[in-house]
């Protein structure tokens, strides 16, 4: 697919990727944007390792043999807007990746929906979970302090699960409903 390795301030915009190891993988590079691209039956979708600060917004991923999207030790990203259907083994991935924000997004039909592993502080608001054959939301591994709130959970095996995490299941602002 398409890979940046120590690499900044690039704009990855409608591509296709198909049937690749990665299909967008970025290693240790920063101030990214990934837009409108279509990944689909890869490895992998969208992998960030070691990388801070970029963008993933209007994507669809699809059909990967393991994740929509995926954050490895990544921080101070956001993921916004993006489809995550039928990937093998979930939606959104955060492993030991803190300060982000995941926000806006649709996590359809994998095993998990959202995974977090060894991740704090990230804010995972207004996304839409559903039908996935584990769990819509799933914190483990000493995940803490992320702030989870206004999440839909619909029609998950089970909607939420938290083994050995603290996290903050509602809005830390005041919010005013209309």
């Given amino acids: 697919g398409i890979g940046l390795d120590k690499s900044s301030n690039n704009i990855i915009a409608n591509n296709n990727a198909t049937n690749n190891g990665y299909g967008i993988g970025l290693d240790k590079s920063s101030n990214n944007t990934i837009a409108n691209n279509n990944v689909s039956n890869n490895t992998d979708g969208i992998l960030l390792h070691d990388s801070n600060n970029n963008i993933i917004t209007n994507n669809n991923a699809n059909s990967n ?27 959104i991935w955060l492993y030991y990746s803190g300060n982000n924000t995941i926000v806006n997004n649709n996590a359809l039909n994998n095993l998990f929906g959202i995974f977090l592993r060894g991740s704090s502080n990230n804010t995972i608001a207004k996304n839409n979970a559903n039908s996935n054959n584990f769990y819509g939301i ?35 602002e005041k919010m005013t409903y209309i």
Avoid: H, R
């Avoid at 393991?66 to 489809?83: D, F, H």
């Avoid at 591994?141 to 089970?158: Q, V």
């Fill in 138 to 172: 799933f914190s483990s591994d000493s995940s803490t302090n992320n702030k989870i709130y206004l999440n839909n959970f619909i029609n998950n095996t089970d909607n939420v699960y938290s083994y050995n995490s603290t996290n903050i299941w509602n809005s830390t």
């Fill in 65 to 91: 043999n393991y994740y929509g999207i995926e954050l490895y030790n990544s921080s101070n990203n956001t993921i916004t807007n993006n489809a995550n259907s039928n990937n093998y083994y979930g939606g």
